[in-house]
């Protein structure tokens, strides 16, 4: 009974002062509802970022000849076909291995004239640069063993040499070679020139770049982990291989987890940040429940002493404003919890059609036990004021 009547007094008490109530609460619901949004944002910053990036391709490694360009080449030491099938017979965790050869040069269509890189590709490029074929086929096995004159164009080549008509069939001269083309297709996450295809480029099977460059070696050999735990041995293992079987020359391997680990730093650095303003705010709220309650009790001195006087215990007056301050925690939480949970539904539709926004559990749970938490922590100080004032002199304060 007499928690019951701590909790109505509280109640009733909070509700006699419904305005100073509110704005006590509105910082609650901005901390809290900051904390949720913070994280959600976080959350999925951090996955659509880390997307992009191993969408260029999933467990990749890379390699390429270091040319010093005070020295000359050696052939010997370029990598090569037979160097591509090595690393993928040799390494367990391979599970696809590629080569490519880029040459700028130009593309003849109809009396057309225009810049492209030509890449020389084996088969499995495709899979490892995760390349989207949105029109016709990609190279396949008989292409690259018959050294077929077939060829892929990008998407952007199409839209502008075949803007009226269906680019499969047409021919297409590169230098004195003409080539079918077979396929358009485009990078899943575009790298703005930054590998070997470009806006305007041309894939063509890779035994054919003889026909250009004279030599079978290749800029780049990828090779793809089965699982991504195995990618920094697979670094290894590949830098081992080359280095055995071309002992004079030197060679460059790298994989793309100097750049997820970046962005992961970067990611978490932010949220750290943006956590801070959150709980910064949460703190202001919680500093503005200590100063009303404070009021509060001066205000409500000579009612503390009545309450006293007609017997209620130390414990009662403390958990009466106790409750107070947990109840304007409690629900300005709730409320900012329920308004940053709607806006990622809000804001839903003007997002790109791939971009989930989930709102982790995690945040909701934080955010609560923190404003909770920060409403109990501060409102501790005046509760305790609260309980220890004399009856004799609450009665006699004016």
């Not at 164009?153 to 199409?158: G, K, N, P, R, Y």
């Not at 919680?286 to 001195?301: A, K, Q, S």
């Not at 947990?326 to 809000?346: C, K, N, W, Y």
Request: net charge neutral.
């Amino acid at each position: 009974m007499l928690r019951k009547e701590t909790w109505r007094v509280a109640i009733e008490a909070l509700w006699s002062n419904k305005l100073r109530a509110f704005l006590t609460t509105l910082g609650v619901i901005i901390g809290s509802a900051c904390i949720v949004l913070v994280v959600t944002v976080s959350v999925t910053g951090r996955q659509y970022v880390l997307g992009q990036i191993e969408s260029i391709g999933a467990n990749i490694v890379y390699a390429r000849y270091d040319v010093n360009p005070d020295q000359a080449v050696v052939m010997s030491d370029e990598i090569t076909v037979t160097d591509m099938n090595a690393v993928k017979a040799a390494i367990p965790s391979v599970v696809a291995v590629a080569g490519t050869r880029t040459l700028r040069t130009t593309v003849v269509t109809g009396s057309t004239t225009r810049n492209i890189a030509l890449v020389g590709a084996t088969e499995d490029f495709q899979t490892i640069r995760n390349l989207v074929v949105t029109n016709g086929r990609y190279l396949d096995a008989q292409d690259i063993t018959a050294r077929s004159k077939v060829c892929l164009i990008t998407q952007d080549l199409a839209d502008v040499d075949f803007a009226n008509r269906d680019p499969i069939g047409q021919r297409v001269r590169v230098g004195e070679v003409g080539f079918t083309v077979v396929g358009v297709f485009k990078e899943r996450v575009a790298t703005f020139g930054l590998s070997e295809i470009q806006q305007y480029s041309v894939l063509i099977p890779f035994p054919l770049m003889r026909y250009f460059v004279g030599d079978d070696a290749m800029d780049l050999l990828y090779a793809q982990a089965r699982m991504p735990e195995d990618v920094p041995a697979l670094t290894n293992l590949v830098d081992q291989m080359l280095r055995t079987r071309h002992p004079s020359g030197n060679y460059i391997v790298l994989n793309l987890g100097g750049i997820l680990d970046a962005a992961r730093s970067v990611s978490t650095a932010l949220t750290v940040v943006l956590l801070l303003v959150g709980l910064i705010a949460l703190v202001v709220s919680g500093i503005g429940i200590m100063n009303i309650m404070l009021v509060t009790v001066t205000e409500r001195t000579r009612e503390i002493g009545i309450r006293k006087a007609i017997g209620a215990r130390h414990k009662e007056i403390l958990y009466q404003f106790l409750i107070e301050a947990i109840l304007i925690s409690g629900v300005g939480s709730v409320i900012g919890i329920l308004i940053a949970v709607a806006i990622p539904v809000a804001v839903r539709p003007l997002l790109p059609g791939n971009l989930a926004v989930p709102v982790p559990v995690m945040s909701v749970v934080l955010a609560f036990i923190v404003a909770c938490s920060t409403g109990l922590f501060f409102g501790y100080l005046p509760a305790n004021k609260a309980a220890r004032l004399q009856p004799t002199e609450s009665l006699r304060y004016e």
